[in-house]
């Protein structure tokens, strides 16, 4: 009698734990790309849950997968393949705990409704409308942008007008609270911002707008402002200890 034909899921079977490899990533997109017995009700690669943690995977093009219930923990990957598994993570069948996203560009991105305990931010470039996303979790305390990249990020705030509601006034950014210690903010607007409250310790603020601002009871120990202009803001009880504000126009 003829021996079946192996599938996908019986080469991860065969694997300790069902770990895979960025190189066997690869040979399942080449012995097993046309095997129709290989796919799930997507019309893609069936994973079965693989275990793709501690992995380096970038280049992989992760779209030909199904990756539900994939452990992608501590596993470094590229923008292309974040932008793949976010709708995943966001209906929970995947976690992102841990995943490694350094230095990858979200502009852009929706992050929200998204667990990101335990992953580093460190280097990532956030937008206005990506950190935005982030609003409930940096209220929460939830994640550290700690070095991470804002730099030239426009966070101030905007004069609205909508006659169809007979609205016309000023809307303030309200970004009370959030720690964004160590984070890059240079040459980045944060005029007409609610500060109250928030720390940016250690960050770097040079170049930055902070015009007509409120930022009492700011923390910004050690940070450093070179160049910042800070005209006809509220630093009340803000703290400047050890901050560096050279050439600061206040």
């Not at 093009?61 to 598994?85: A, H, R």
Request: hydrophobic share 35%; net charge negative; glycine share 8%.
């Amino acid at each position: 009698m003829k021996n079946k034909k192996p599938n996908i899921m019986d080469y991860i079977k065969s694997k300790p734990d069902k770990h895979l490899t960025k190189l066997d990533l690869m040979d399942c997109l080449e012995k097993f790309g046309n095997d129709r017995r290989s796919f799930s009700y997507t019309g893609k690669l069936n994973l079965i849950a693989a275990d793709l943690s501690n992995e380096d995977i970038q280049g992989i093009d992760l779209s030909k997968f199904d990756i539900k219930g994939c452990n992608f923990s501590n596993t470094i990957i590229d923008q292309e393949q974040l932008e793949y598994i976010l709708p995943y993570a966001r209906n929970n069948e995947i976690s992102l705990k841990g995943i490694y996203i350094e230095f990858l560009d979200l502009s852009g991105l929706d992050l929200s409704k998204i667990d990101w305990s335990g992953v580093s931010f460190y280097g990532v470039k956030l937008d206005r409308e990506s950190l935005i996303s982030l609003n409930e979790e940096l209220k929460g305390n939830t994640i550290s942008l700690e070095g991470a990249n804002l730099s030239g990020i426009d966070l101030s705030g905007k004069y609205v007008s909508d006659p169809e509601i007979g609205f016309n006034g000023f809307c303030y950014m309200d970004l009370r609270g959030i720690l964004f210690n160590g984070v890059n903010f240079e040459g980045a607007d944060l005029s007409g911002a609610i500060l109250d409250g928030a720390s940016f310790k250690d960050a770097n603020l040079n170049e930055c707008k902070m015009v007509a601002s409120f930022a009492r009871h700011t923390n910004l120990e050690s940070a450093s402002l070179q160049g910042a202009i800070l005209k006809h803001s509220d630093f009340y009880c803000a703290n400047f200890n050890t901050a560096n504000l050279k050439n600061a126009v206040v």
